[in-house]
């Protein structure tokens, strides 16, 4: 009302003008001036999607996209709660479409309510069978009920849908992980840097996947490829812990030398990681070499002041030769 207001105000200034250009000349102004009246008053419901939704709702109930966009509001700011209201108020206006259906399982997968997730997924599915995120996100729920099997199925579909998907080659390649397939794993990994030149943790996980096939090379270029795109990546760390495991794994297997070099290699990889220097101790003890294992034990002490246990190996080993 208050635009109306100023708009007869301007119309009542324009009679006193009686030259038809002067009139034209006003009336433009007068228009201008009401929808800058307007439009200022829309401000306070524009500043978020959240006021911008609501206030659509409020005027149309059966708005279900505007339902849907406010449960994805919700959904950014981490509220899956009243994101799933939304989601099924959406479902509930319009029950043969796949969107409201599609958020409401990904609501659900959020809540970890993966049965629901999957029920919903399958409406989706039902309507539209080539839906893309809808193959992705099945998958993705299969993953996390660590049926991994399952989820390579749905993501090599979204493939068949949609070749090139980086995010489906990247979830394939996390299944495979996940079930020790390092070759696969490292294959699909790869596929999807090759769609996204800058995939950080594809360029992670793909190190990881060469780690543990042994190809030491290729993990290195990864990281560094890793490194490139995300200075501060958390790649080399991650490797050189593996390559210490792996260590550990073969000196439980009675296979000491093995052990040694993958120790050496994650100190190679990571100069800073003091567990590195720690374990080359213990082998180079096992080994009666007992000067090397102070060596190592004195560079843990001299990245980590604090480790105790290699405090107590140089004290234990204090004079020996």
């Given at each position: 009302?208050?635009?109306?207001?100023?708009?007869?105000?301007?119309?009542?200034?324009?009679?006193?003008?009686?030259?038809?250009?002067?009139?034209?000349?006003?009336?433009?102004?007068?228009?201008?001036?009401?929808?800058?009246?307007?439009?200022?008053?829309?401000?306070?419901?524009?500043?978020?999607?959240?006021?911008?939704?609501?206030?659509?709702?409020?005027?149309?109930?059966?708005?279900?996209?505007?339902?849907?966009?406010?449960?994805?509001?919700?959904?950014?700011?981490?509220?899956?709660?009243?994101?799933?209201?939304?989601?099924?108020?959406?479902?509930?206006?319009?029950?043969?479409?796949?969107?409201?259906?599609?958020?409401?399982?990904?609501?659900?997968?959020?809540?970890?309510?993966?049965?629901?997730?999957?029920?919903?997924?399958?409406?989706?599915?039902?309507?539209?069978?080539?839906?893309?995120?809808?193959?992705?996100?099945?998958?993705?729920?299969?993953?996390?009920?660590?049926?991994?099997?399952?989820?390579?199925?749905?993501?090599?579909?979204?493939?068949?849908?949609?070749?090139?998907?980086?995010?489906?080659?990247?979830?394939?390649?996390?299944?495979?992980?996940?079930?020790?397939?390092?070759?696969?794993?490292?294959?699909?990994?790869?596929?999807?840097?090759?769609?996204?030149?800058?995939?950080?943790?594809?360029?992670?996980?793909?190190?990881?996947?060469?780690?543990?096939?042994?190809?030491?090379?290729?993990?290195?270029?990864?990281?560094?490829?890793?490194?490139?795109?995300?200075?501060?990546?958390?790649?080399?760390?991650?490797?050189?812990?593996?390559?210490?495991?792996?260590?550990?794994?073969?000196?439980?297997?009675?296979?000491?030398?093995?052990?040694?070099?993958?120790?050496?290699?994650?100190?190679?990889?990571?100069?800073?990681?003091?567990?590195?220097?720690?374990?080359?101790?213990?082998?180079?003890?096992?080994?009666?070499?007992?000067?090397?294992?102070?060596?190592?034990?004195?560079?843990?002490?001299?990245?980590?002041?604090?480790?105790?246990?290699?405090?107590?190996?140089?004290?234990r080993t204090a004079g020996a030769k």
């Amino acid at each position: 009302m208050a635009g109306i207001g100023i708009f007869i105000a301007a119309f009542a200034l324009i009679e006193r003008f009686p030259k038809q250009e002067m009139r034209i000349t006003y009336v433009t102004i007068a228009i201008c001036i009401l929808f800058t009246g307007l439009t200022v008053a829309r401000i306070p419901i524009w500043k978020n999607s959240l006021s911008l939704w609501t206030d659509i709702i409020a005027k149309d109930p059966t708005a279900a996209d505007a339902f849907t966009n406010r449960g994805q509001y919700y959904e950014s700011i981490n509220d899956y709660d009243k994101a799933f209201l939304d989601f099924s108020e959406s479902v509930r206006l319009e029950p043969n479409k796949p969107g409201g259906y599609h958020n409401r399982a990904v609501s659900y997968f959020h809540k970890k309510d993966f049965a629901l997730a999957l029920k919903d997924n399958q409406r989706v599915l039902d309507i539209d069978p080539k839906h893309t995120d809808a193959l992705v996100n099945r998958g993705a729920i299969y993953f996390n009920m660590n049926q991994n099997d399952s989820a390579i199925f749905y993501y090599k579909k979204a493939l068949e849908v949609t070749p090139g998907l980086a995010k489906a080659y990247y979830n394939c390649g996390a299944a495979y992980f996940n079930m020790k397939d390092f070759s696969s794993a490292a294959f699909n990994f790869k596929k999807a840097t090759e769609y996204i030149s800058d995939y950080t943790d594809a360029y992670t996980y793909l190190a990881l996947s060469n780690t543990n096939l042994f190809k030491f090379e290729e993990a290195e270029f990864a990281i560094n490829a890793s490194e490139k795109y995300t200075p501060n990546s958390a790649a080399r760390t991650m490797v050189s812990n593996e390559l210490i495991q792996l260590g550990n794994a073969a000196y439980r297997n009675g296979k000491p030398d093995e052990a040694l070099n993958l120790y050496t290699e994650s100190a190679r990889i990571m100069p800073s990681n003091a567990e590195a220097y720690f374990n080359l101790g213990g082998i180079y003890l096992m080994k009666k070499e007992i000067l090397k294992a102070r060596e190592n034990w004195q560079k843990t002490l001299s990245l980590n002041p604090n480790h105790a246990e290699a405090k107590n190996w140089l004290t234990r080993t204090a004079g020996a030769k």
